[in-house]
């Protein structure tokens, strides 16, 4: 194994924080969840839960004590609004990396309302921007592993391969000199969660330049399954699975509507191709970046973590066979090109060892060991999205239920 590291987990009762967590301090990690729990509180917003039944911070930790006989620390800190705690904390515990997933992850939720917008804002750009001011400030070597999205690319790219993060250019100076340089891959954010994602992304570059920091930034794609290894161990650990308008994501929305009799709902022609990745790999990555660290002098390091691409269509249309759920189309929600194609690199972590799960394999075990398991607890009522991108848009509200 790796040397063992004091690692701060930003963001660990989430979706891919929890079963993070469990899986580096399994690999004997020493974690730290910090949380301020507010995505259960957006939960009682909206009057929406987890299909899986998650259990509350203090049983979770009990449960994985009692399991595996790690300790997993835990501090409720608002990262965004408590610069001061953060600060103390990183100065108190040293930790060696910090993994920092604390976001407001859903684009439907960021344009639900100018209050959503602007709660999105604040809450991504300070947690991020607090982040890197505290590494700083405590004088400490800490690498910053970061959850980036693959939205920030947009979805249009003429046919060219995503690079992994920079692209290769070719400028003519004055004097008529042909020059080659390396710049970000130019951003084209579609909602305004992904247009934090691209802020970050320059706060990020100013913090390694300026500062130094060791910086990775994971540009991930949708994730979709619910259980890794560890959190299979004890249903007390399940993994939150988000199916409600705003945060439930493509695919996992698809096999819970397929596994409750709700009509398989796809967003306009369903021509849109997205990456995809399954939260097992998400936590292999993850183990992959903190283990290869970028050197103190190198500049940000960006990885598309991803495993696949497909068209939502092509998707709803497998769930549909595997399931026997019928497809409806809705009305598109997003302000987007009907159809577009993506081809993305992904050489990093594939040259690192990772040997992905494809759709291909896990699909039938996650309709069985989730969707139709824990199908009874669905409220139908939050399934279809309501958000929408613009004031003149109606959400896409399916008629046959
Ligand atoms: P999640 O909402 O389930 O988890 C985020 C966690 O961060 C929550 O537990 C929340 O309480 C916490 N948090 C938010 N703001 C905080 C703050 N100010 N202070 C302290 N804690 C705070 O989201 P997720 O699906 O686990 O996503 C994690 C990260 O991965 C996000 O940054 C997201 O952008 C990125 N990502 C997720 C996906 C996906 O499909 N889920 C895809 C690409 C990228």
């Known amino acids: 194994m790796n040397k063992k590291k004091k690692i701060f987990v930003m963001g660990g ?61 835990f501090h409720n800190i608002d990262i965004a609004e408590e610069y001061e705690r953060l600060l103390q904390v990183i100065m108190e515990e040293k930790p060696d990396a910090i993994i920092h997933f604390a976001e407001q992850r859903a684009a439907p939720y960021s344009m639900k ?15 991020t921007h607090n982040i890197l001011c505290a590494i700083v400030e405590s004088g400490l070597d800490i690498h910053l592993v970061h959850l980036g999205t693959m939205g920030v690319y947009g ?23 042909r020059i080659e340089q390396q710049i970000l891959y130019p951003t084209n954010p579609g909602s305004i969660y992904h247009m934090t994602k691209s802020q970050d992304q320059l706060l990020f570059q100013y913090y390694n330049k300026n500062d ?28 939150r699975f988000d199916y409600d308008g705003d945060y439930g994501t493509v ?17 306009g022609t369903g021509g849109q191709t997205r990456a995809f990745i399954h939260i097992q790999d998400t936590v292999r990555c993850i183990q992959l970046a903190i283990e290869h660290p970028p050197k103190r002098d190198e500049r940000v390091m960006i990885f598309n973590q991803m495993t696949e691409t497909h068209r939502v269509n092509n998707l709803a249309k497998l769930v549909s066979e595997l399931t026997g759920g019928e497809i409806a189309y809705v009305d598109n929600p997003r302000k987007e ?10 050489d990093l972590f594939l040259s690192k060892g990772l040997d992905p799960i494809t759709l291909e394999e896990g699909l039938l075990r996650e ?34 239920q």
């Open 13 to 73: 009762d989430g979706f891919c924080g929890w079963p993070t967590s469990l899986h580096l301090s399994q690999e004997g990690h020493d974690i730290t969840i910090i949380d301020n729990l507010s995505r259960r509180n957006i939960d009682n917003e909206l009057e929406a839960a987890s299909l899986t039944p998650i259990q509350p911070m203090g049983t979770r930790l009990a449960t994985w004590k009692e399991l595996s006989g790690q300790s997993i620390g």
């Open 113 to 127: 309302s100018p209050k959503n917008k602007r709660y999105t804002v604040n809450n991504n750009i300070n947690a």
């Open 155 to 177: 979805y249009g790219t003429a046919g060219m391969k995503i690079p992994e993060g920079y692209l290769d250019i070719e400028v003519t100076s004055e004097s008529g000199e």
């Open 212 to 239: 130094n920091v060791r910086i990775t930034d994971l540009h991930q794609g949708i994730v979709w399954g619910t259980n890794t290894k560890e959190t299979k161990l004890d249903e007390r650990l399940v993994n």
């Open 251 to 267: 695919l996992n929305r698809f096999l819970m509507q397929a596994a409750v009799g709700y009509p398989i709902t796809v967003h």
């Open 337 to 346: 090109a009907a159809e577009n194609d993506l081809h993305v690199k992904n």
């Open 367 to 400: 309709v069985t060991d989730i969707a139709k398991k824990y199908a009874h607890r669905a409220d139908h009522t939050k399934i279809p999205a309501t958000s929408t991108w613009t004031k003149d848009q109606q959400p896409g509200i399916p008629t046959a």
